[in-house]
């Protein structure tokens, strides 16, 4: 149970990451 909610937050953050780098090229 720990192993799999540390991968979903580890795969969440990425998504995060990436949502973000995105963001900001639209307004940067």
């Known amino acids: 149970m720990a192993a799999g909610t540390f991968l979903y937050s580890d ?7 990436l949502f973000f780098l ?7």
């Open 11 to 17: 795969t969440f953050s990425d998504f995060l990451f």
């Open 22 to 28: 995105k963001f900001s090229d639209v307004f940067f």
